[in-house]
């Protein structure tokens, strides 16, 4: 009984969950990055930066450039490095 009933939520989890956000590509951390990506297809900090401010367009397909993305991603990443640091 337990271990269908386990089986059946790793199940659940890998049909229903990405571990990385379908925009940025960086992975799934927070609670609250797998709650916006449930809603949104994205991970929280995506979801603050452009899903937010645009929640009907977002859910109409709406999605930033290609070309503002990397940018995005590109500062995303940078200012990661630059957390880390400070915290070291
Ligand atoms: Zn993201």
Same mark, same amino acid.
């Given at each position: 009984m337990s271990t269908s009933l386990k089986i059946r939520i790793i *199940? *659940?989890?890998t049909v229903k969950t990405?571990?990385?956000?379908n925009l940025c590509g960086f992975?799934?951390?927070t609670?609250?990055?797998f709650k916006q990506h449930k809603e949104y297809e994205c991970c929280n900090e995506c979801y603050?930066?452009?899903a937010e401010a645009r929640r009907k367009e977002w859910k109409d397909g709406w999605r930033p450039k290609q070309t503002v993305l990397e940018e995005y991603i590109y500062s995303r990443k940078s200012s990661k490095t630059a957390r880390s640091n400070n915290e070291l």
């Open positions: *199940d *659940d989890i990405s571990f990385f956000c992975p799934l951390l609670h609250k990055d603050l930066t452009y």
